[in-house]
């Protein structure tokens, strides 16, 4: 399995801000992917990050408000937008060959004050 | 539509005892089943992968079971330590040419002395 580091693995913002958050693998991954995780709840999908190309966005998810980065087959970037308290949120990502398999990130535990 | 439903929501048991917890799900066509362990604050770690032919599968003290007839897992966790105090989250991935994995809401685990 790869190891997976988040940055950062928290952060407290402020509503109307930005924030990008790192994933950075140990090793070349075909697909990359990133979740949402609400308080008390499951991972909801947000997004696969492709590389060499736009990211594939899950319904009720928006590029302009989750713009995605994927310059290479070990880094990508999640950008959470203009944010919101409703966007207080654990965000982590996943990595893996296929689907069936994916590693998780640490997460990120972001809260939006 | 493709769901899994885990219970129950949430368990308290002694250390030392036994527990095990269930997952029912309507995916289909199935392709397999994992259980995660997730720490409080911490990403998601595989305990245990199956496939449709595959009706038991241990880690240590983790046994997971599946019955594909009846869309029914279960994982058996045996002896519990404080630190089997975690959710634990059932995820089902189908086949098919977009291959998603399916979330469980979890089962949140806690082990008192």
Redesign the interface.
Known sequence: ?AV?SQKPSRDICQRGTSLTIQCQVDSQVTMMFWYRQQPG?????IATANQGSEATYESGFVIDKFPISRPNLTFSTLTVSNMSPEDSS?Y?C?VGQ??????????T?LTVT | KNQVEQSPQSLIILEGKNCTLQCNYTVSPF??LRW?KQDT??????LT?MTFSENTKSNGRYTATLDADTKQSSLHITASQLSDSASY?CVV?AEGGY???I????TRLAVHP
């Not at chain 1, 709840?41 to 999908?45: A, G, K």
């Not at chain 2, 604050?41 to 595989?46: A, C, N």
């Not at chain 2, 979330?103 to 979890?106: E, L, R």
């Open positions: 399995s997976i709840q499951s991972l909801t999908l654990i982590l996943s296929t689907y069936y398999e994916q590693y998780f990130g640490p997460g535990r | 392709s397999n995660y604050g911490r990403g998601p770690v595989s992968i989250i991935s291959n998603k994995l979330f469980g809401a979890g």
